[in-house]
């Protein structure tokens, strides 16, 4: 055999050799991905999992969006120089619960399908309230309690109070008012005692029961016990009295 021929089957069984190497080094490759890459997979996890269950884990970021399978906002909570908020979405993408926490307070708004503000539940400057609205937005109840009172208000659908409970201090008041936002009615019960009054549509006082303190004409103060009944006529001046 001359020498040519050798070296062209030393290059044939060279290139085999090689060809043989790469095979081997990728099934090698592969094996380790194989076995190894699952494995740190499964050890990241597992220690994501055991800080999650710690309590380590935490996300940091000034707004947050949650989405539905449609890809729709259902939930926005975002950070502002007023404090946190969190707004609510419904399937429709409309609004429908605002909670924040402002430098006045916290607050909780509700809204309806409409678009329309229909409660409010407040803590601001330390006077807790609940405020409930009709179909146009307009306050129709409200209730409130601070440090000095706490009240009750109802009011027609033009948002003008009709009715009024209040608790100051020691005495307890209700107040009845007409459609012209006069005083028509209140009923107190104070340290000085219980006792009614009456107002006709011009806020003419006409009717006093029980025990009471007015201010006459002349200027004097008239004390009346409770076993009282006094009528007023339109002029102010009383046309009977039962004082017992």
């Keep these: 055999m001359t020498i040519d021929k050798r070296l062209e089957n030393m290059e044939r069984e060279l ?7 790469r095979w ?6 592969l094996l380790v991905g194989i076995l190894i890459i699952p494995a740190i997979f499964e050890a990241s996890a597992w220690r994501a999992r055991a800080q999650l269950a710690e309590g380590a884990k935490e996300i940091r970021t000034k707004s ?4 539905d399978e449609n890809g729709l ?16 979405y419904d399937e429709n993408g409309k609004f429908r619960a605002v909670m924040s926490v402002t430098k006045k307070g916290p607050g909780l708004w509700l809204y309806d399908e409409n678009g329309m503000q229909r409660a409010l539940l407040s803590l601001f400057t330390g006077r807790a309230s ?4 009709g179909e146009n937005g307009i306050t129709r109840t409200g209730l409130e309690v601070s440090k000095e009172s706490e009240g009750l ?5 033009n948002g003008q109070p009709r009715a009024a409970l209040a608790l100051v201090k020691d005495d307890t008041i209700l107040t009845l008012l007409d459609k012209n936002i006069k005083f028509r009615a209140e009923l107190a019960i104070t340290q000085e005692g219980a006792g009614l009054r009456l107002w006709d549509e011009n806020s003419r006082l006409r009717l006093v029961a029980g025990k009471a303190k ?14 009282s009944l006094i009528l007023f006529g339109p002029n102010g001046k009383v046309i009977w009295s039962a004082i017992k």
């Design 15 to 21: 290139k085999s050799v090689r060809r043989h190497n």
């Design 24 to 29: 081997l080094l990728g099934a090698i490759l």
């Design 64 to 67: 947050l969006v949650l989405e």
């Design 73 to 88: 906002a259902r939930a926005v909570m975002t950070m502002s120089e007023e404090g946190p908020g969190l707004w609510l």
């Design 130 to 133: 609940l405020a409930l609205a």
């Design 153 to 157: 208000r109802l009011c027609d659908e």
């Design 214 to 227: 007015m201010v006459t004409a002349d200027g004097k103060t008239m004390a009346y016990p409770e076993s």
